[in-house]
C-alpha cells in the first residue's frame, strides 16, 4: 500500500468550476507538499504545509494532521489549470509521492 | 534570478554504457534532492543532500547509482551500466533549508533514454 493516496485519479471540469483533489497519508510527517506538473513535464511547487491552511491567489490548501489528510483547492478554475498535481511527503528521510491527479479544465 | 538547471536535457544511450547528469542549484540553497521519474509512474525520491552532512542515500535503487555534491553546489547523478529500465527523466530540486520542509525548486529534468 502506497504510503500517499491521491483521489481522484483524473478530474475534469468546465471551466469556473471549483476543484478539489485530496491527499491522505498513513504516517506521521514533518511536512506536505503540493505540486504541479504541466503537460511539457515542468514541476512547481505550489505549497508546503505543516499545518492549518494556506491561499495564493485562486489556489487553497489544507491539512488535518490527526485525520493525516490534505486536500488542494481551486476556486474559479480556469483551462490554464490543466496539469497533474501531486502531493508529497516527508515521510522518514526521504520524500514520498502520490501518483497523482490528471486535472483538465474545459472551456 | 536563476533558477535549477539541468543538462543534458535529452541524453540517449546504449545499455551497458556509462551517463553523467548534472545539476546546478539555485545560488544559496543548501539542499539538494534528486528524483525520477519513469513513463506513466510518479515520481521516486533518489538522494538528499543537505549542506556538507553525508548524502541520504536512501532511495538509490541499486549500485549502480551514485552522486556526489562539489563544493556544496553542482552536483552529478551518475549511472553505471545502464539498463533500459533506467529510462526516466531525472530531476534536481534545490531548497534553502532542507529536511523536505521548505519549498523545492525543481529543475527542468533530463530525459534519460536506454537503448
Known amino acids: 500500500k502506497n504510503e500517499v493516496e491521491q483521489s481522484p485519479q483524473n478530474l475534469t471540469a468546465q471551466e469556473g468550476e471549483f476543484i478539489t483533489i485530496n491527499c491522505s497519508y498513513s504516517?506521521?510527517?514533518?511536512?506536505l507538499h503540493w505540486l504541479q506538473q504541466h503537460p511539457g513535464g515542468g514541476i512547481v511547487s505550489l505549497f508546503m504545509?505543516?499545518?492549518g491552511k494556506k491561499k495564493h491567489g485562486r489556489l487553497i490548501a489544507t491539512i488535518n494532521i490527526q485525520e493525516k489528510h490534505s486536500s488542494l483547492h481551486i476556486t474559479a478554475s480556469h483551462p490554464r489549470d490543466s496539469a497533474v498535481y501531486i502531493c508529497a511527503v516527508r515521510f522518514g528521510n526521504d520524500m514520498r509521492f502520490g501518483a497523482g491527479t490528471r486535472l483538465t479544465v474545459k472551456p | 534570478g536563476a533558477g535549477v538547471s539541468q543538462s543534458p536535457s535529452n541524453k540517449v544511450t546504449e545499455k551497458g554504457k556509462d551517463v553523467e547528469l548534472r545539476c546546478d542549484p539555485i545560488s544559496g540553497h543548501t539542499a539538494l534532492y534528486w528524483y525520477r521519474q519513469s513513463l506513466g509512474q510518479g515520481l521516486e525520491f533518489l538522494i538528499y543532500f543537505q549542506g556538507n552532512s553525508a548524502p541520504d542515500k536512501s532511495g538509490l535503487p541499486s549500485d549502480r547509482f551514485s552522486a556526489e555534491r562539489t563544493g556544496g553546489s553542482v552536483s552529478t547523478l551518475t549511472i553505471q551500466r545502464t539498463q533500459q529500465e533506467d529510462s526516466a527523466v531525472y530531476l534536481c530540486a534545490s531548497s534553502f533549508q532542507g529536511q523536505g520542509i521548505d519549498t523545492q525548486y525543481f529543475g527542468p529534468g533530463t530525459r534519460l533514454t536506454v537503448l
Open positions: 504516517v506521521g510527517i514533518s511536512a
Open positions: 504545509l505543516s499545518s
